[in-house]
């Protein structure tokens, strides 16, 4: 049949499926296997509000359908304090799972001196911070240098 079974005191713990994937303590649904697993780079690009950026660097890994993000940048300017900034090129367009809202994911990353709120939409390769209104810290105008991290699930 193709598939490799895996057993401890009699039970199956693993299940290696024909048509790729595993599955674990007896579940042979191919819906249910892991069958994706990669480890990659990304850039964040300029997309909104954000001017000069520079040392832009990103890293992902994607298990399944859930995507890690890792990312710094380097801005030299916002255009307006009054609005929301962006940056474009996530390897993966996050899903739509919230259906009440197009916000698929968020968390708190760090400037200097503030911290911003960040967040996915579904399927939209672009990555919004709320610099209007930092959780800490004020908004400007002015260069800072964002890092940090989001998880959300792909389509």
Same mark, same amino acid.
């Given at each position: 049949? /193709?598939?490799?079974?895996?057993?401890?005191?009699?039970s199956?713990?693993?299940r290696i499926l024909s048509t790729g994937g595993i599955t674990f303590n007896g579940?042979? /649904?191919?819906?249910?296997?892991?069958?994706d697993y990669e480890e990659g780079t990304w850039t964040p690009t300029g997309n909104?509000?954000?001017?000069?950026?520079?040392?832009?660097? /990103?890293?992902?890994?994607?298990?399944?359908?859930?995507?890690?993000l890792n990312f710094q940048f380097n801005y030299t300017s916002?255009?307006?304090? /009054?609005?929301?900034?962006a940056v474009a090129g996530l390897p993966f367009q996050p899903g739509d799972y919230n259906s009440n809202t197009g916000v698929e994911a968020t968390n708190c990353i760090f400037g200097t001196?503030?911290?911003?709120?960040?967040?996915?939409?579904?399927?939209?390769?672009?990555?919004?911070?709320?610099t209007s209104?930092?959780?800490?810290?004020?908004?400007?105008?002015?260069?800072?240098?964002?890092?940090?991290?989001i998880v959300y699930m792909t389509a």
């Amino acid at each position: 049949s /193709g598939l490799t079974i895996f057993e401890s005191n009699g039970s199956e713990t693993i299940r290696i499926l024909s048509t790729g994937g595993i599955t674990f303590n007896g579940d042979s /649904g191919t819906s249910n296997a892991l069958d994706d697993y990669e480890e990659g780079t990304w850039t964040p690009t300029g997309n909104n509000n954000f001017n000069g950026i520079t040392n832009a660097e /990103g890293y992902y890994t994607k298990v399944g359908k859930i995507v890690t993000l890792n990312f710094q940048f380097n801005y030299t300017s916002l255009d307006n304090s /009054g609005t929301y900034s962006a940056v474009a090129g996530l390897p993966f367009q996050p899903g739509d799972y919230n259906s009440n809202t197009g916000v698929e994911a968020t968390n708190c990353i760090f400037g200097t001196n503030k911290l911003v709120l960040n967040y996915v939409n579904s399927n939209s390769s672009i990555l919004f911070f709320e610099t209007s209104r930092p959780i800490a810290g004020s908004a400007s105008t002015g260069a800072d240098f964002f890092r940090g991290s989001i998880v959300y699930m792909t389509a």
